[in-house]
């Protein structure tokens, strides 16, 4: 049997910074208006398609939160080690080519919103079919230039405030995990 395999072709990133002024704003949303990996649309996303075009590589990195506690050995007892695994933490990772040539380009949105908690949308395809995944991260400044005569690009880590939802499957054939743990399968 061969195995599944993605190529992203048309890949999509969008950001917006979150407004808790706006109606019916709850501080449970993942994407703006409270929409859901399944319902998120670019148009809720602040220049999320001409973001999409500087975007080189794109992922959520998952870090494991594991604290150990050790046992020194006895008389009676080897020493000991036991892992008490805590909630994983998640960093939307993604390298991208500066645009700093860009009045409000990828480069100006991250300068001018460092440290601010945005909204974020991220898909392998053109970003209304699935894979794709919504939630908040904080925002830091990019790079400002680098060596002449060549391509300028960057890559930033934007630390998740809490587990995203995502989307997985195909059009059709969907889960839906959210960042509570709720799972929905589409059909059911």
């Not at 053109?126 to 790079?143: E, K, M």
Request: hydrophobic share 35%; glycine share 8%; charged share 20%.
């Amino acid at each position: 049997m061969d195995p599944n395999i993605l190529n992203i072709e048309d890949g999509l990133l969008a950001l917006t910074i979150v407004d808790e002024a706006a109606v019916g704003y709850a501080s449970a949303w993942q994407a703006p208006d409270g929409a859901t990996a399944a319902t998120a649309a670019l148009a809720d996303y602040v220049d999320g398609d001409s973001f999409s075009c500087q975007i080189t590589s794109g992922r959520i990195t998952t870090s494991k939160n594991v604290q150990r506690r050790d046992r020194a050995a006895t008389f009676c007892s080897p020493a000991s080690s036991t892992p008490t695994p805590g909630s994983s933490t998640f960093a939307l990772d993604f390298s991208f080519f500066q645009d700093v040539h860009v009045r409000d380009g990828l480069s100006s949105f991250l300068w001018e919103n460092d440290t601010r908690t945005a909204y974020f949308l991220l898909a392998g395809d053109s970003g209304t079919t699935p894979p794709r995944a919504v939630g908040r991260c904080i925002i830091v400044a990019g790079s400002f230039l680098g060596d002449p005569r060549a391509d300028l690009t960057d890559s930033v880590s934007l630390d998740i405030t809490r587990k995203p939802d995502v989307l997985f499957g195909t059009t059709g054939s969907t889960r839906l995990i959210t960042g509570t743990g709720t799972v929905t399968d589409t059909p059911a």
